[in-house]
Structure formats: structure tokens, C-alpha cells
Nanobody, 117 residues
């Protein structure tokens, strides 16, 4: 059974940095590798949104709100997806999740990121 395990969230001051990790537990490499993976976030009272995606190291996409501040990466051998978040803002406060861009897997519990205003 595949489970998405997000970690790395914390309370961070504005301007600070965090690195989030996501492990696709129980997924075999041949299934992990072809997928385009994304990081999503859901702020209180708002819908879940895709903030970054990575198909290959040279094929990444970002929401305008995080462009230039966040960097998504992946480690196929470890079946991991990462999100480096720099220059954080209060509006980055949300629960962060990973999934394929098709949202084809059951959602994990997410990891809370809080940036006080």
C-alpha cells in the first residue's frame, strides 16, 4: 500500500527557510519515476493548491506566488520529493502535501508550515 509521508514543517519567522520532504512509502521505483510530482498547500479556509511540480530536474513549474523563493527537487532512487522554501512570508502558512500532479494517490497527513505575520 502506497503512503505519502510529508515532514519538515515548522514555525519559521518571515524571511526564514525550511526544507520539506515527502517519501512515497511502498511505491516501487518503476512506478515512482515516470510520475510528475507536486507539492500542494492548503491554507485555512482555502482550497488546496499546487505550488510546485517536478517532472525532471530540468522540468519544474511554480505558482507565481512562490516563483523565485521555492525550489522543488526529487530523488528517484530514494522515492523522495523535496521542497526548499526560502524568504518565507506569512501567506505561506498552510498544510503542505505532496502527490502526483494527477493527484492519483491517497493524500497523506501533510506537514504544517507556520510563518507568523
Amino acid at each position: 500500500q502506497v503512503r505519502l509521508l510529508e515532514s519538515g514543517g515548522a514555525l519559521v519567522q518571515a524571511g526564514g527557510s525550511l526544507r520539506l520532504s515527502c517519501k512515497a512509502s511502498g511505491m516501487i521505483t518503476s512506478v515512482f519515476n515516470p510520475n510528475n510530482w507536486g507539492w500542494y498547500r492548503q491554507a485555512p479556509g482555502k482550497q488546496r493548491e499546487l505550488v510546485a511540480s517536478v517532472a525532471t530536474p530540468r522540468d519544474t513549474n511554480y505558482a507565481d506566488s512562490v516563483q523565485g523563493r521555492f525550489t522543488i527537487s526529487r530523488d528517484n532512487a530514494r522515492k523522495m520529493v523535496y521542497l526548499q522554501m526560502n524568504s518565507q512570508k506569512p501567506e505561506d502558512t498552510a498544510v503542505y502535501y505532496c502527490n502526483t500532479v494527477q493527484q492519483s494517490l491517497p493524500w497523506g497527513q501533510g506537514t504544517q508550515v507556520t510563518v507568523p505575520g
